[in-house]
């Protein structure tokens, strides 16, 4: 092979690049460079995130927020057509089409019969679904059920809705067979469920946010799902810690460049710059790596090597975001990968 060679000695490991991409070491003369912070993985997937033609911001792969009767780089098909939650989509037509998993993004799926036969449909093609857990009777409000609700004079979102959003997925998953993924959860109640239902044996996997997490939020922010309390927050993390939740995603969405009154806006989340940092921050390399790379590419399916690369946590422009008062460096682009540092206040 000829090319660009460079040698990275990271902390754990060495590896060699050929014109930017990750091959075996044999030894040979390469431009040696040592980055202590840097170690081997596939870039990361955000489950959750902005629609992109192109890897940025450390994600090898971005899925819509929605799902879509057409497949491209984002390999997701909608379960349902226009992600409507009212007819079955061809699924079999969609993974001809290159689909690797099947989801209406954040629609709810209200309908059971829907939810029921489309699951059943999903299983028999052998496709993965990503789910919201929900339950529209208990979330039409704006502000997690609570004292800062009431003081406020917000509308309640009720935990109990993701709970029962669970349970029932839950049951649809075992009822068809189907492989069910939920993100993201908010609540220490849907992951009081989640739990049950793993005990079980019922395959059930499913993630969170960084934000939902690990972030207290502002009072004039509003996030969808909603965000919870310290209590949910705790439980999210413990989850997220002992293997119960197996992926991370930013869950981003634009920021109105004019708000309206909280009850009016349009939720949105952090750049995916600053959702990555916070989970650095809060969980260190190897859980991020296993968050948003190694979980999301069993959902999807996808061995290492369909996107390799080399991570590296290394400082460039400084980026905030309004939402949270974080502030992160994003990470200087390279055809490997990339992460960025951990955010500041």
Request: charged share 20%.
């Amino acid at each position: 092979m000829s090319g660009s060679r460079v040698r990275w000695r990271g902390a754990n490991r060495t590896v060699l690049l050929i014109d930017g991409h990750v091959v075996d070491d044999d030894g040979a003369a390469a431009t040696e460079t040592s980055r202590p912070a840097a170690w081997l993985a596939s870039p990361l997937i955000d489950l959750q995130g902005v629609p992109r033609t192109e890897p940025g911001d450390g994600f090898g792969l971005v899925l819509a927020r929605q799902g879509s009767d057409r497949v491209g780089k984002g390999l997701v098909g909608a379960l349902t057509v226009g992600g409507e939650g009212k007819v079955i989509a061809d699924h079999l037509r969609l993974r001809h089409g290159g689909a690797r998993v099947l989801s209406d993004g954040d629609g709810p799926l209200a309908d059971l019969d829907v939810l029921l036969g489309a699951l059943r449909w999903a299983a028999s093609v052998g496709l993965p679904v990503i789910g919201r857990p929900a339950t529209p009777a208990l979330e039409r409000g704006v502000w997690a059920a609570g004292a800062e609700a009431t003081r406020r004079g917000l509308a309640p979102v009720f935990r109990q809705g993701e709970a029962l959003g669970v349970h029932r997925w839950a049951a649809a998953a075992e009822a068809t067979g189907a492989t069910v993924h939920l993100t993201p959860l908010w609540s220490a109640a849907g992951v009081e469920a989640l739990r049950h239902h793993q005990a079980r044996g019922v395959s059930l996997t499913a993630g969170t946010t960084p934000h939902h997490a690990f972030v207290v939020p502002a009072p004039s922010w509003r996030a969808w799902p909603v965000m919870g309390d310290d209590a949910d927050r705790a439980a999210l993390a413990e989850a997220l810690r002992d293997g119960t939740l197996t992926t991370l995603s930013s869950g981003a969405r634009p920021r109105q460049a004019d708000p309206a009154p909280l009850p009016d806006q349009l939720p949105s989340a952090p750049d995916p710059a600053v959702a990555l940092a916070t989970t650095l921050a809060h969980l260190g390399p190897e859980a991020t790596e296993r968050l948003w790379g190694e979980g999301p590419r069993k959902v999807l399916g996808l061995a290492d090597d369909d996107v390799p690369g080399l991570i590296a946590i290394e400082a460039g422009a400084t980026l905030t975001c309004a939402l949270t008062g974080l502030s992160a460096r994003r990470a200087v682009q390279g055809s490997w990968g990339l992460v960025p540092t951990e955010p500041q206040r």
